[in-house]
Nanobody, 120 residues
Framework: QVWLAESGGGLAQPGGNLKLSCAASGFTFSSDWMYWVRQAPRKGLEWVAMINPDSTTVDYADSVKGRFTISRDNAKNTLFLQMNFLKSEDTAVYFC?????????????WGQGTQVTVSP
């Protein structure tokens, strides 16, 4: 059974930093592409970042490029999202996902999400 569990969310000031983690189990983590997706209040889902199994390919939404860094530790079955220079518009629930569907907001498996709030 696939299990994805995010942690690390919380309250940060504009310009601050947070690092999210996603602990994975129930599948071969080192073989899967992994993704971060977020949902801001009263808005739809937004793909944030993705990483391939050996970390040689990463990509980011334009809205976070240059500020966020996705990474993974295959030995510890953990996905990360380092978020720097946070903005109020980064306020959202952040989800760790896998098994992308037809679009970049459709995935076969989701974590429960972790709330990130950016506010003075």
């Amino acid at each position: 059974q696939v299990w994805l569990a995010e942690s690390g969310g919380g309250l940060a000031q504009p310009g601050g930093n947070l690092k999210l983690s996603c602990a994975a189990s129930g599948f071969t983590f080192s073989s899967d592409w992994m993704y971060w997706v977020r949902q801001a209040p009263r808005k739809g889902l937004e793909w944030v970042a993705m990483i391939n199994p050996d970390s040689t390919t990463v990509d980011y939404a334009d809205s976070v490029k240059g500020r966020f860094t996705i990474s993974r530790d295959n030995a510890k079955n953990t996905l990360f999202l380092q978020m720097n220079f946070l903005k109020s518009e980064d306020t959202a629930v952040y989800f760790c996902t896998k098994d992308r569907g037809r679009t970049d907001t459709e995935y076969g498996h989701w974590g429960q999400g972790t709330q990130v709030t950016v506010s003075p």
